[in-house]
């Protein structure tokens, strides 16, 4: 594949230039040998892949973690004191997380593997004379292209021939409206993308006309791949729950690791042997770590992703998932995620009265509605022309041909005129095909002694050719004083955004018109029948995800290629309330005026990708959490600099498929809203979920802690805490990760990107459980040495412990209210994996071969009920606490805690 070359500038030069620069003659095209030449020199015309990621390296990056870092030490320690029971149990628990986080990144690739499988696109060529079909992929430069309505354009390329040619570049530029190709030099040298009207780039598709074009650039030299490698420049950004979970790793570590050393000086400084010495550090180690935190927040964010895929979301990266719930700003593209990428005409003038147009899209549904409310009358007169003066066709909803002439089909059939008897009735003998310069296309018809000419147009073009207007009363001249009122109508119009269409007609007689004449009759004389205004319509469902975000405390910004009237009026109909400004506008404030300004702005237009990636990063600077969603290749760098990218699956160019973390298959903003919900509650989740094992481990270091200083012997052993952590935790904690939603939850604000899983005031609150755990584990552990039955002793703490854990689950439910409110029996996995942890705890005491690995024996049913009593004590204190609570507030006003 060829490395970027300098760019010529190609719209510049002439046709016969452009065909001596690229060494070709564009009536036979490259020879077949030149050609693989060529081919062998620039490579294959397709965009430079990121290698993927080999499984071994994915694999290795699940151990790339703080708290793993961690354990695998104690498993080393372990060895080296020559415990390898120990040492492979924190193993296996190591391996175990690896292998899982490595099966649920497989199966994320795996799902966007299938949503990407496409055929491979061809081009028509001609070479040695001959018109062939090739593979895009063997396209070089200097091969001569055809193109026709509906092709997709496969490299970038210098247009030497254009008949009525129109090109929808939206994918590329942002433009809703196809835009009108010629084959005249573009004088200005710097000329933007979508002013080169003398060329064509890969990607973006033909909707009208035909051509031949000369390839000017392959592959990655393309515009398209400029923006593919801007793309994987883009760096990859660590989700806010990477980032606080790196934190608290740290943070745990830290204490861990002076908890841990104390305690082993002190072990030595009792005169402890050096390997009893480090068995109790390796338990504090254990004891101080959460180690299924990791498996469990990978459990819980695939089973959201999961969850996702079933709503049409296919998520890439495992923790993007809950990025989203923490999103500040949505970042979206307009054509085609805001917009229905489908041009409607949407209000016309007729007859001197306005009509407005319910419906959206090619489909004929939809009613025409006078806005005084008066008697729709025949419309004919303004909608044959519409109809007529027309090269597009719809199918079943879909359109074949230009998007702006769908419109106006769409409009015809929503208003009774049926296009196909229509054009029996009058068939078309002639037409003037649009042409840049006219701004005008005629088409004429056979109508029995007559002819009738149909003209559709710019307004400000066909004014000048009209000599009268269809009025109230019939056909009226066309004075200054109608042709004033006419501007007014048509500036009224253009300022909410509407792209203004004239229609005309004129009858002619039959016997002075000659179809076979290359003299076609003047189009002047023409009478106006109205002007019809079109736009790209807002998605029916952005409206109400939009009302949404604002109540979820998300902002919505528009970024886009659109002009800033259109991007406007598309903004304010979607409820979007504040300035807009243009990409220049943008180039002119430096860092510092940006990010003043940059808050008040709701519209971003004429925007180049470059802007769209600043953009992005001011927003970050300011301290959101970014989104930016879209499908077209303009969106791919900005996707990938976000905090997190939202790529549409249907309509979605492959180069921003790749730069996302999420995938839309159904291409619906809508669908943003519920990945925020889906993202909010798994955040909520998983602070449940730590709330309940960090109070296991201040319990168990407390524990051990607390045992050491009296002089005791060790309630615990590693195997016992990795029980506790991994076993009789996980499945707990894993349950707290399908809990449904919180009522209310996207009526809350979005967290604050730098706020912590754990506040002071949960760090409390996680202290007095802990404490209340240390306490009765110890309690216990005591009373049953006095029986003089260490294993008895041992048995008994472990098991309280564990049941401690049964009960603390329902504190780490609810934070606030009440563990035995109405969603106490709401989740069902909890109730299961409760179940099976005590099972799995009278195994494990009354089994022999389990007896022999943790290091238990035989509880009797008075031990059992003192176990299940002190427990309890955890669940019981936090309800009165919370009971007083809600007293005070309710005596008081909302004062307390």
Known sequence: MSSRNPVKPWHSLAPDKVASELTVDPARGLPVDEAQSRLAAHGPNRLAEKPPRPAWRKFVDQFRTVLIGILVVAAGLAFLIGDVKDMTVILIVVVFNAVLGFYQEQRAEQSLAALKQMLALKARVRRDGHKLEIPAEDLVPGDLVLLEAGDKVPADGRLIEAHSLAIDESALTGESGAVGKHVDAVSDLAAPLAERTDMAFMNTVVTRGRASMLVTATGMDTEMGRIAGMMQEAPESATPLQRQLDRLGKRLALIAGIVVGLIFLLALYQGEPLAHAALTAITLAVAAIPEGLPAVVTVTLALGMRRMAGQRAIVKRLAAVETLGCTTVICSDKTGTLTLNQMTARAFLHGGRRYAVSGEGYAAEGEVRAEDGGVVPDLSALLLPAALCNDSRISDGQLIG??????????????????????????????????????????????????????????????????????????????????????RRNEAMASRGLRVLAMASRTLPAGNFDPASEQMPQVTDLTLQGLVGIMDPPRPEAREAIALCRSAGIEV?????????????????????????????????????????????????????????????????????????????NDAPALKSADIGVAMGITGTEVSKEAAAMVLTDDNFASIVRAVKEGRTIYDNIVKFVRFQLGTNMGALGTVLGASLLGWPVPFNPIQILWVNMIMDGPPAMALGVDPARHGIMDEPPRQPKAEILTWRRLATLAAFGSTMTLGTLAVFWHGLQSGNQARAITLAFTTFVLFQFFNVFNARAETGSAFAQHLFGNRMLWLALAAVLALQIVVVHWEPAQAIFGTTALGLADWGVATAVASSVLLLEEARKLANRIFRRMFGNAGA
């Open 557 to 633: 910004r528009m970024i886009t290629g659109d002009h800033k009237a259109t991007a406007a009026a598309i903004a304010r109909e979607l409820g979007l309330a504040g300035e807009a400004l243009e990409g220049r506008e943008l180039d002119g404030l430096d860092e510092a005026e940006l990010a003043r300004r940059i808050e008040g702005v709701v519209v971003f237009a004429r925007v180049a990708p470059e802007h769209k990636v600043r953009l992005v990063q001011a927003l970050k600077r300011e301290g959101h959490v970014v989104a930016m969603t879209g499908d077209g290749v």
């Open 402 to 487: 230009d998007p702006t002439e769908g419109a106006l089909a769409a409009l015809a059939a929503k208003g009774g005129v049926d296009a196909r008897a229509a054009a029996d009735h009058l068939p078309r003998i002639a037409e003037i095909p649009f042409d840049s310069a006219n701004k005008f296309m005629a088409t004429f018809h056979q109508d029995g002694d007559h002819i009738r000419m149909f003209v559709k147009g710019a307004p400000d073009v066909l004014l000048a050719r009209c000599a009268a207007v269809s009025g109230e009363a019939g056909e009226q001249p066309l004075d200054d004083g109608a042709r004033e009122d006419l501007i």
